[in-house]
């Protein structure tokens, strides 16, 4: 029996849900990169066009655990949603949260007639890489992702 439970998040998880993906980014020893802060989580996922959705962990009322997804469009598969984060805090590893929260991303992807769920994992992190290999999920070790921060893109567009 789990000792936790799997729901929506809501407005009142966005302190809980901001020290997870803080705890991801040291985790990732990008300690300093987390730029949002509680007001950016409460506007963007709560107005009345929220840019993401969220999943979370919850055990004896505290939340242990996040999946934060968003909708995007695929040109060649048409609708898909990207996981941006499913953590799951340090101490409470290893009780089936993780397993629990990403089977919730993929029930609403399938309920909903997405085509595909797509999400980025760190080279290094093989004990989450096993995880998705073994539920199904193809590991595309030959692409790579790109992105432009926002100092790199301000840069761009003065310069052009």
């Known amino acids: 029996m789990m000792s936790f439970i799997i729901r929506e998040g809501q407005e009142k998880d966005v302190q809980a849900v901001l020290d997870l993906i803080i705890e991801l980014a040291v985790f990732e020893k990008e300690p300093d990169a987390v730029e949002i802060t509680v007001d950016d ?3 963007d996922g709560f107005s009345q066009h929220p840019k993401f959705k969220l999943f979370v962990a919850e055990e004896n009322s505290v939340v242990i655990g996040i999946a934060l997804f968003y909708e995007r469009y695929s040109t060649w598969k048409g609708k898909t949603i990207h996981l941006e984060d499913l953590m799951v805090t340090q101490n409470k590893r290893k009780i ?9 991303v993929l029930k609403y992807a399938h309920n909903h007639n997405f085509n595909r769920v797509a999400w980025e994992v ?3 992190n093989v004990n989450a890489i096993n995880f998705y290999k073994s539920t199904g999920a193809t590991y595309l070790n030959d692409w790579s992702v790109i992105q432009m921060n926002k100092e ?7 310069n052009n």
């Open 152 to 158: 790199n893109l301000d840069k761009f567009i003065k």
């Open 41 to 43: 989580l409460l506007r």
């Open 96 to 104: 089936g949260a993780g397993k629990a929260l990403y089977t919730a």
């Open 122 to 124: 760190i080279d290094w």
